[in-house]
């Protein structure tokens, strides 16, 4: 089992609608990335969390940290949203304390 | 204030021959990551430096590839004889040292996209 499993796998979206995607972890973490990736593209940080909930333009992120979860949501989405959103983490076992782990990524598709 | 900077963007190199990947952090930055996403997977931690020192490289192949971060200068990933697997899309990120107890934000480059021929 994958320490980061991120669900869906793909999303495919209508302009406007709400979308949600999932991340769960197995390991203690000391923070928990969002990551946006467009195709060709550098990695763009969204969201750094370890608790409760953060939140920038059209984008909102929460953590429950008790249930080892995040989710990312966008808010009327548009098509310049799409792109692979990555969840990645921090854990706290040691000799891993600085290295990100990071899931299989989200790729969303926003139809105009 | 410049971003984490990466160059190449695109490398493309023979079989056997060397590839070396730059990584300029952002300012105030002491902190580099490598990491390698191949085709169709996700990404994979490689390797963790401090100016001048080597952290965690647990993530990086035994053999053939290297990285360091000296004193002034970028970070070099460098590849010998490379392969057709090491094609990829390496990314590097930085981050400041943070506090006792406190994680410093790490920021991503752009990547520099391998391809071995």
């Known amino acids: 089992k994958n320490e980061v499993e991120q669900s869906p796998q793909n999303l495919t979206a209508q302009e406007g609608e709400f979308i949600t995607i999932n991340c769960s972890y197995s390991?203690?973490?000391?923070?928990l990335h969002w990551l946006q990736q467009h195709p060709g593209g550098g990695i763009v940080s969204l969201f750094m969390?370890?608790?409760g909930k953060k939140k920038h333009g059209r984008l909102i992120a929460t953590i429950n940290i008790q249930e080892k979860h995040s989710s990312l949501h966008i808010t009327a989405s548009h098509p310049r949203d799409s792109a692979v959103y990555i969840c990645?983490?921090?854990?706290?076992?040691?000799?891993?304390?600085?290295?990100?782990?990071f899931g299989s990524g989200t790729q969303l598709t926003v139809l105009p | 204030n410049a971003g984490v900077m990466q160059n190449p963007r695109h490398l493309v190199r023979r079989r056997g021959q060397e590839a070396r990947l730059r990584c300029s952090p952002m300012?105030?930055?002491?902190?580099v990551y490598w990491y390698r996403q191949l085709p169709e997977e996700g990404l994979k931690f490689m390797v963790y430096?401090?100016?001048?020192?080597?952290?965690?490289e647990s993530g990086m192949p035994k053999e053939r590839f290297s990285a360091e971060f000296p004193k002034e200068g970028p970070s070099i990933l460098r590849i010998q004889q490379v392969v057709r697997g090491d094609s990829a899309a390496y990314f590097c990120?930085?981050?400041?040292?943070?506090?006792?107890?406190?994680?410093?934000?790490?920021?991503f480059g752009q990547g520099t996209r391998l391809t071995v021929v």
């Open positions: 990120a930085s981050s400041r040292g943070g506090s006792r107890g406190h994680y410093a934000e790490a920021f």
């Open positions: 430096l401090q100016k001048e020192n080597i952290i965690d």
């Open positions: 390991v203690g973490i000391s923070a």
């Open positions: 990645a983490v921090r854990s706290l076992l040691s000799g891993s304390a600085r290295q990100l782990t």
């Open positions: 969390l370890s608790s």
């Open positions: 300012k105030g930055h002491s902190h």
